[in-house]
């Protein structure tokens, strides 16, 4: 008797909810063996290939490409003992997969302002019997979205396509479940242009010449959610600082030379990232995080330096971990790597996560500067404008000098301006004066 084993989409990052199915790499009647790739999925991180829990052969492929599917969702039927009559899937052996969760690292959690600090506290040393937490009332949760009703993948990408929301719908099929019919009574008597039929707001469905429609989903739909809920939940303050940078493009110059750089490709966003790292050490607070539901403040115990990099996916802030114990050089080759990585659509989910502070090198772009939005989880981003000759004033003289631009934001409940100020201006001072690091 064949014995029928369901594969689930697993979790593959951090609390992620759904994937899109973007290609499958077998069929129905394929043998495959344990860790063979059978799906490539893309999640609101990145696209990932899922290798095979079992080995078998495929009987059923469970949803289309272009389907977006909710984890623990079953898309893939494998037999085990292709040899029998059919039997009914064993719906108790769906894996659960190990997901690609973000590295571990260390954290210190501290009561909000106002409390007494304790001695390790007033050394600047904190561990996590050092924290005194504060209670308080949290603002009340907003309530949960309802969970996407039972529908069939070919019904989910007809919904999608049509633009009708399946939570809005109440399924006529067995047990609740969403069908076609159901789907298309909504659009057949809708009016065009996004009128509202019987509480499902559909889509527009006429377009002008030349006009085209892209779903939001993917890395698209995770950066738009993620800004939105920063803008409108942490307040954002933004500060600038014009410095010049001359003696940083003179030492990049003579480090292009030096046997020890003689493989590293030096970038200004590799001092930038240095400087913020040395910078972080005496202002803690914009390397930290506002826990809303535990009422404290979250103070990393390292640098997990998220880079804002452009892909053909979309926007993505893969991160370096423990950037703050690396030298100049080690930093400028992980960067290379991890921004290189990133275009290619390679980074891998976990690289993905747990960032505590984020540079937006908006100076590749030849953008003098901008106002950053603060990525959720962290109190500050830092953006790099472009390098230029300006006419500067030194010593008295109007001189051209490389001049640069930085603005920083910061989450004015974790950072205040003094402490924001003194920051900005560390990054600033290291940038001008690259030999002011040995201080620090």
């Known amino acids: 008797m064949p014995r029928l084993k369901r594969f689930a989409l697993p979790d593959v990052g951090e609390g992620l909810t759904e994937a899109e199915i973007l290609r499958w790499h077998v069929a129905p009647g394929d043998t495959v063996a344990v860790n063979q790739t059978v799906v490539e999925i893309e999640t609101a991180k990145a696209a990932v290939e899922l290798p095979s829990p079992y080995a078998g052969v495929v009987t059923e492929l469970l949803a289309e490409p272009g389907t977006t599917v909710d984890v623990g969702t079953p898309i893939l039927t494998i037999d085990l003992d292709p040899g029998g009559t059919a039997a009914a899937p064993d719906d108790d052996a769906v894996p659960n997969l190990v997901g690609y969760g973000p590295h571990a690292g260390s954290a210190r959690r501290r009561p909000r302002r106002g409390a007494a600090p304790t001695p390790a506290a007033a050394n600047g040393t904190f561990t996590a019997s050092d924290a005194v937490k504060v209670p308080f009332t949290p603002e009340p949760a907003e309530p949960a979205v309802p969970a996407v009703p039972l529908a069939k993948p070919p019904v989910r990408k007809l919904a999608k396509d049509l633009g009708v929301d399946l939570r809005s719908l109440t399924g006529s099929g067995e047990g609740g479940v969403i069908t076609r019919e159901d789907v298309r009574a909504v659009v057949d008597g809708a009016v065009v242009d996004g009128a509202v039929v019987d509480g499902a707001a559909v889509a527009a469905v006429s377009v002008g010449a030349g006009d085209r429609r892209v779903p939001v989903r993917g890395v698209r739909k995770a950066t738009a959610a993620a800004m939105v809920a920063s803008a409108f939940t942490a307040p954002h303050v933004t500060e600038f600082l014009t410095v010049d940078v001359t003696p940083m493009m003179e030492l990049r110059a003579r480090l292009a030379t030096d046997h020890a750089f003689r493989e590293v490709r030096v970038t200004p966003l590799a001092f930038a990232a240095k400087a913020v790292c040395l910078a972080a050490r005496r202002t803690p607070d914009v390397n930290a995080s506002w826990d809303d539901a535990a009422g404290e403040i979250v103070y990393f115990g390292s640098v997990h330096l998220g880079i804002a990099a452009a892909t053909p996916r979309g926007l993505v802030v893969p991160k370096v971990r423990d950037a703050d114990r690396m030298g100049l050089a080690e930093l400028a080759v992980a960067l290379d790597e991890l921004t290189a990585t990133a ?27 901008g106002t950053p939005i603060i990525n959720p989880g962290e109190s500050a981003i830092l953006a790099l404008g472009a390098i230029r000759d300006m006419p500067w004033v030194v010593d008295g003289v109007v001189v051209p000098r490389k001049v640069c631009q930085l603005a920083l934001s910061f989450d004015h409940r974790v950072v205040d301006g003094q402490q924001g100020s003194q920051f900005l201006a560390d990054v600033g001072a290291l940038l001008t004066d690259p030999a002011r690091a040995i201080t620090y």
């Open 343 to 369: 275009r290619e659509g390679r980074t891998a989910p976990a690289d993905l996560t747990g960032g505590t502070f984020t540079i937006s090198n908006v100076g590749v772009f030849g953008v003098d500067t």
